[in-house]
């Protein structure tokens, strides 16, 4: 089983479209969690770090369910540049164990 | 603020040739990681460096060596290069390994063929 798992999609939502992504994780012990975006053939940048009370920023809202062991990101009122593809990440906390989802395409349409 | 710098962008090499890519961050940060990322499979840790001095195999190591030369840069050396380490690799770093909520920071990323 994959420590992290993501729907590769694609979504493909018109303009002013809510989206939410969902992510799975294995490792009951991790300890850190984070939503990146990546634009075509450029490098991962943080969007948010997701803690377990929730937490927003503008349009982006990010959830932790521990007892599911799943993590969310919600977009609201989507823009065309929130076209990219958004990967989940998972630390344990130990060691060097930041684990990556395959990513989640998604193309916001006019 | 340059923050985590990769060279080469881009290179293209024979099979059995050798290269290493340079890594350098300018945010006193303590570990340093290398990756690769292939279409589906999401970003592997090949290599990583706790501190200065050291440094620990990841998920996919074979076909690799890294040097932590000193507390800035982090280089990924292929000795033989082969098609199937045709990808895209990312140099990160973060402040220190342990803490929660340290976040990852990419370099620009080398698009490597191998042909």
């Known amino acids: 089983r994959k420590e992290v798992e993501q729907d590769p999609g694609p979504f493909n939502v018109p303009e002013g479209a809510t989206v939410a992504f969902n992510c799975t994780y294995s490792?009951?012990?991790?300890?850190?969690f984070f939503w990146y975006r990546q634009d075509c053939r450029k490098e991962p940048k943080l969007l948010m770090s997701?803690?377990?009370s929730g937490n927003e920023d503008g349009r982006f809202t990010a959830q932790l369910n521990r007892a599911s062991q799943y993590i969310s990101l919600l977009i609201r009122d989507s823009k065309l540049s929130d076209s990219a593809t958004y990967l989940c990440?998972?630390?344990?906390?130990?060691?060097?164990?930041?684990?990556f989802g395959t990513g989640t395409s998604l193309t916001v349409i006019p | 603020n340059a923050g985590v710098t990769q060279t080469p962008k881009f290179q293209v090499l024979k099979t059995g040739q050798s290269m290493t890519l340079q890594c350098a961050q300018d945010?006193?940060?303590?570990?340093m990681y290398w990756y690769r990322q292939d279409p589906g499979m999401g970003l592997r840790l090949i290599y990583y460096?706790?501190?200065?001095?050291?440094?620990d195999k990841g998920e996919v190591p074979n076909g690799y060596n890294v040097s932590r030369l000193n507390k800035r840069e982090f280089s990924l050396r292929l000795e033989s290069a082969a098609p199937s380490q045709t990808s895209v690799y990312f140099c990160?770093?973060?402040?220190?390994?342990?803490?929660?909520?340290?976040?990852?920071?990419f370099g620009s990323g080398t698009q490597l063929s191998v042909l």
């Open positions: 990440v998972v630390n344990s906390g130990t060691g060097n164990q930041f684990y």
């Open positions: 490792n009951s012990a991790s300890q850190s």
């Open positions: 997701v803690y377990s």
């Open positions: 945010m006193n940060h303590n570990s």
């Open positions: 460096s706790a501190s200065e001095g050291t440094t």
């Open positions: 990160a770093s973060i402040l220190s390994l342990g803490q929660t909520n340290e976040k990852l920071f």
